[in-house]
């Protein structure tokens, strides 16, 4: 159970936006997150309320970052992680044609007894 927060500068259109959250499901959808299993938070935000390091690791990054955090189930190999890495980078340059550099994504992993989809019921415990 993924649940995906996206982040980005305010100012872009819906479907624009849309295209993103589309995007980076399909990209989970290729590691193995079944199709029905998404739920995204999609936030913009004011200039000074997005803030990141234009060249932290030596990537150039520009006012169209996007940042993705993706919280997940523990449990997933390192060739999976990077596989959903490179998935959500070439997606999201292809359309709606966002520049890798602009890519930003972070994992959180928990346990499955962590989540609750309703009725106040664990229901991976």
Avoid: C
Avoid at 20 to 30: K, R, T
Avoid at 37 to 66: C, K
């Amino acid at each position: 159970m993924p649940l995906v927060r996206i982040d980005l500068r305010k100012g872009k259109d819906t479907t624009y936006r849309e295209e993103i959250g589309l995007i980076v499901h399909d990209a989970l959808i290729s590691v193995g997150v079944p199709k029905d299993d998404h739920f995204q938070v999609i936030t913009e935000h004011e200039p000074p309320n997005l803030v990141f390091d234009p060249a932290y690791l030596g990537i150039r990054r520009s006012e169209d970052l996007v940042m993705i955090q993706i919280t997940w189930n523990e449990g997933r190999t390192v060739e999976q992680k990077k596989a959903l890495y490179k998935a959500i980078a070439d997606g999201l340059a292809g359309k709606p044609g966002l520049r890798r550099e602009d890519v930003f994504v972070s994992l959180v992993e928990v346990r499955r007894e962590n989540w609750s989809f309703g009725n106040g019921i664990a229901q991976y415990a």
